[in-house]
């Protein structure tokens, strides 16, 4: 059974850093591709950011490229998201998400992700 454990959220101010993990079991860990959600009350689940298990490559939402990074650690079999430059629109529970499937670059923002985390609450204060 594929489990995905998030962890690292909290609370921080404007303009602050942040590194939220997601530790991954039940599954070879190098043929998921990973991503990121997040949902801020009231709003709906948003693709955040993804990373492809067969090329390495990366796909950031516009609210996000330049600020967030994805990198994982295919020996501790983790996914990181290091949030930068924080405003209070990022604000949300944070969902690392997995899926067997290949998907590269834009195509992730439209996955069908198989796996889900339990989320983690990042507050960002004004």
């Known amino acids: 059974q594929v489990r995905l454990v998030e962890s690292g959220g909290g609370l921080v101010q404007a303009g602050d850093s942040l590194v939220v993990s997601c530790a991954v079991s039940?599954?070879?860990?190098?043929?998921?591709?990973m991503g990121w959600f997040r949902q801020a009350p009231g709003k709906e689940r948003e693709f955040v950011a993804g990373m492809s298990w067969n090329d390495g490559s990366t796909y950031y939402a516009d609210s996000v490229k330049g600020r967030f990074t994805i990198s994982r650690d295919n020996i501790r079999n983790t996914v990181y998201l290091q949030l930068g430059s924080l405003k209070p629109e990022d604000t949300a529970v944070y969902y690392c998400?997995?899926?067997?499937?290949?998907?590269?670059?834009?195509?992730?923002?439209?996955?069908?992700?198989?796996?889900w985390g339990q989320g983690t609450q990042v507050t960002v204060s004004s």
């Open positions: 039940g599954h070879t860990f190098t043929r998921l591709t």
């Open positions: 998400t997995a899926t067997p499937s290949t998907y590269n670059g834009a195509s992730m923002y439209f996955a069908r992700w198989d796996y």
